[in-house]
């Protein structure tokens, strides 16, 4: 009798307490209006945590980027107004290798991983300049490996949909700034330095080093 008491002692205490009872509020404000039991620690509770729950992590791909490279990003909520992850690179084509972005994202309406953000990055790659030159002596030279690194920002907006806003749509535009291509600069060729102008002209303007910087992903949050 006594052990079923106390269970009932307990029961009532946990009943009472603001976290159990933040646990049954009604996402809808007008459901919180409604509910007079609730007390002012748990509407507080309610109105600083994670606005979606448990799902904190997002993958996607960019399928407009696959003309020149495979790109997938990953993302995870740390609160409602930051989240971190990385974008993971595979390019080919004229300078072919990989890269990694990693990020951290701001979001101005509090509402991570959704919404209006500012985000910041650093890019690491290791990459192959794949144009063939001709040296002053006629011989073939490859474009030699060489790593890359640099920083960027981008102003985006992430959208959440489906039945349980489980769908991502990603968007961002920005710029980023990073090291020159390495490796066969140092080479004499036949045609001087034009070689030399024309393969940099391609890595900032199209390649993995552009300096204009956007991004559309498509995902799914979990």
Known sequence: MKKIVLLMFIGVILLKSPLFASSFISFNDKNIVKNKSVDSSSVFLLKHRS????????????????INKFRVKYEIQLNNAFST???????????????????????????????????????????????VYTDINGNKIDGDWFTNGGAGI??????????????????????????????SQNITTSGG????????AIWYLSGPGSIFDGHIGIGYRF
Do not use: C, H
Request: no cysteine.
């Open 154 to 183: 981008n102003v985006g907006y992430q959208t959440l949909t489906g039945k349980n806003e489980n769908w991502v749509i990603d968007i961002n535009i920005g710029f980023k700034l990073v090291t020159p291509v390495t490796g």
């Open 85 to 131: 992850g990385s974008f993971f690179n595979y390019y080919w084509g004229l300078f072919k290798g990989v890269r990694m972005d990693p990020f951290v994202r701001l979001y101005l309406g509090d509402e991570s991983p959704k919404g209006i953000y500012i985000q910041a990055k650093f890019v690491v790659g290791y990459l192959n300049n794949s144009l």
């Open 51 to 66: 606005s979606y729950g448990s799902k904190k992590q997002i993958f996607s791909v960019a399928p407009i980027g696959l």
């Open 193 to 200: 330095n034009d070689a030399y102008v024309a393969e940099n």
